[in-house]
């Protein structure tokens, strides 16, 4: 329970950076009879977010309670059923008058629904469905061999469809920090032969392939789980990390579950998003980071199929599939990652063979590399990159990892500076709440946790701090090689 002290620690240590000054600055400029002041911007701000984190029910009301602006009413038009946001906003588009005809002539693009057929809502209950039934994994572990032997006569290169457009990847150089483990593409791979196997068709749904391989991860995360804490797995050793959380019924769809499902299928299975600027459509996540995958689409269908690269990767056979709980990929399918599928990504492979080299100097002279020495490696190869005149998305890289993490560092400086050195382990603690990690920090930490599954590194924590040695020289040689 709060003390009055810590309340009131609550308020006076808030401290707008800069940045948000500017743009709420902008905004209330931009938008005067939106709000009267800045801090009734803020109010509403910590009102919303509150009601979020103690009420999440009713987080939606919350939100619906100020009127939407044209722009937010029309990017929740492009995501939702039409049916849906009449509930949520009775009376709109109409209260916005002759002027939405106006935003809707100028804004085609931006009002055209993503290539997909469901809501949120229909995902998570198809979702509660597919768990109805607790032995999909083992029936695919039976029929792996019908599904690789029914993708072998497949040229999945040389697929094509009239009726759909390819959907491209976005070309981000890195692979995202919010994958730090690389097994859960191999269940993507696996969960999409069988399902071309069931159907005999080398095109797959999207979304009923992102509920069945979500299905296949949380069934898989399950053994895990049981596994890992009855024979106390340390952390660094743990193969559930990377996946989703294992799935308590508690009845009713809880919103926070709801959410969490979403953002794991989005991020590791993929989704197609539209630039709002010039309409184009493409698709992000893990598989199709890595080439394992290829997509298409049109109007509100998508279907998704392997690429030969992924066919080559699901070929291969991995270790949990045939019922080891200790080891989640193969030697050959490290490789293959690491070799085939990362320098897909070149900055993402940049970003390894610099760290390769600096844990190779360090293990040499029997010193151990530091958090802030591989930022440092991070960022060097990330400037870099920057300065390349091919160099793609290079103005993104620089505002959303550099000038972020500079921003961050400066604010983290700044607040440490203001509380001072405490001996207090509860001090720290707080401390360390507050202080927000960094782009760089992020991806670092998903960088070594990568490379630590591919064999690459060997991970060991001493003494609550993390050490790192060469542990497959020859599969780091070809990495710097290449």
């Known amino acids: 329970m709060a003390t009055v002290k810590q309340v009131e620690n609550t308020f006076t240590d808030i401290e707008l950076s800069p940045t948000h000054r500017k743009k709420i600055s902008e905004l209330l400029n931009d938008r005067p009879d939106r709000f009267r002041d800045s801090r009734e911007f803020i109010e509403r701000a910590i009102d919303v977010f509150l009601t979020w984190e103690i009420d999440p029910k009713n987080a939606q009301t919350k939100m619906m309670e ?37 935003f809707e002539a100028a804004n085609k693009e931006m009002l055209t629904k993503t290539p997909s057929q469901e809501t949120n809502t229909e995902q998570s ?18 029929e792996i061999q019908a599904s690789y032997d029914f993708i072998k006569q497949i040229k999945f290169d040389e697929i094509s469809d009239e009726m759909y457009d390819e959907v491209p990847f976005d070309e981000w150089p890195l692979l995202f920090t919010h994958y730090s483990r690389l097994f859960p593409a191999k269940i993507g791979v696996m969960t999409l032969a069988h399902m071309m196997k069931e159907s005999s068709s080398s095109l797959v749904d999207l979304d009923d ?10 069934e898989i995360s399950k053994k895990l789980f049981i596994f890992e804490q009855d024979e106390d797995i340390t952390r660094e050793h743990r ?3 990377g996946l989703p959380r294992p799935y308590h019924q508690t009845g009713k769809m809880n919103p926070l579950q709801g959410l969490r499902e979403k953002r794991y299928k989005d991020r590791v299975f993929g989704k197609i998003v539209r630039n709002r600027l010039t309409g184009d459509v493409s698709f992000e996540g893990l598989l199709m980071a ?10 509100k269908k998508a279907k998704i199929t392997l690429s030969e690269i992924g066919k080559k990767f699901c070929l291969f056979e991995n270790p949990m599939f045939n019922d080891s709980l200790t080891t989640s990929l193969s ?14 990504r070149p900055l993402e492979l940049k970003i390894i063979q610099n760290v390769i080299n600096i844990i190779k100097e360090t293990d040499h002279g029997k010193t151990q590399v530091t958090p ?9 190869a990330i400037l870099e990159y920057v300065k390349l005149k091919d160099a793609k998305c290079e103005n993104k890289i620089k505002s959303e990892i550099i000038d972020r993490t500079e921003r961050l560092d400066a604010n983290n400086k700044s607040m440490i500076a203001r509380k001072g050195v405490s001996t207090s382990d509860e001090d720290r603690r707080e401390l360390d709440r507050e202080i927000r990690q960094t782009p760089i920090e992020a991806c670092r930490i998903a960088t070594m946790g990568r490379i630590s599954e591919l064999g690459i590194v060997k991970w060991s924590i001493v003494g609550g701090r993390s050490e790192y040695t060469i542990a497959d020289e020859k599969l780091a040689e070809s990495i710097t090689k290449l």
């Open 66 to 102: 100020m009127e939407p602006t044209m722009e937010q009413f029309a990017f929740m038009q492009s995501m939702m059923k039409t049916a849906e946001i009449k509930m949520m906003y009775p009376g709109y588009p109409e209260k916005f008058g002759k002027a939405w005809d106006e």
């Open 125 to 142: 209950k198809r979702q509660m469905d597919a768990r109805q039934s607790e032995r999909d994994f083992e029936k695919m572990q039976e």
């Open 209 to 218: 392939f992102k509920i069945k391989a979500y299905d296949i991860a949380e």
């Open 239 to 241: 193969k559930s990390t």
């Open 290 to 299: 890595l080439g394992l995958i290829r997509v298409f689409a049109r109007n």
């Open 331 to 344: 030697k050959d399918e490290c490789g293959f990652l690491a070799t085939k599928c990362i320098p897909k």
């Open 372 to 380: 802030c020495e591989l930022d440092e490696v991070c960022t060097t």
